[in-house]
Nanobody
Framework: QVQLVESGGGLVQAGGSLRLSCAAS????????MGWFRQAPGKEREFVAA????????YYADSVKGRFTISRDNAKNTVYLQMNSLKPEDTAVYYC??????????????????WGQGTQVTVSS
């Protein structure tokens, strides 16, 4: 099991940028597929982006493709989400997730085994 702690959320104007970080504990981090998900008020949690254990493969939701970039640093046990050209509809609580067996495609469909506590991102118009 891996423990996850997100940071970097906040309030930003439309068109601005934020970088989220997710720090993981546990020696097996480098073997986990990692993902970012979000949940807006009154909506279900949705997939945002995923990255393979090596960082060589990435997968994005259509709504963020071209604006968001997921990356990871296995030496620092950290995964990042760079968010550019933010829109008010990106407002949500963003969650980091980890899974030891899922692929970037499967976690987009079924979620992950471990979740962080979430960090709020608010984009004003």
């Amino acid at each position: 099991q891996v423990q996850l702690v997100e940071s970097g959320g906040g309030l930003v104007q439309a068109g601005g940028s934020l970088r989220l970080s997710c720090a993981a504990s546990g020696r097996a981090f480098s073997s986990y597929t990692m993902g970012w998900f979000r949940q807006a008020p009154g909506k279900e949690r949705e997939f945002v982006a995923a990255i393979s254990w090596s960082g060589s493969r990435r997968y994005y939701a259509d709504s963020v493709k071209g604006r968001f970039t997921i990356s990871r640093d296995n030496a620092k046990n950290t995964v990042y989400l760079q968010m550019n050209s933010l829109k008010p509809e990106d407002t949500a609580v963003y969650y980091c997730g980890a899974d030891p067996r899922g692929t970037i495609a499967t976690i987009a469909q079924v979620g992950v085994g471990s979740w962080g506590q979430g960090t709020q991102v608010t984009v004003s118009s």
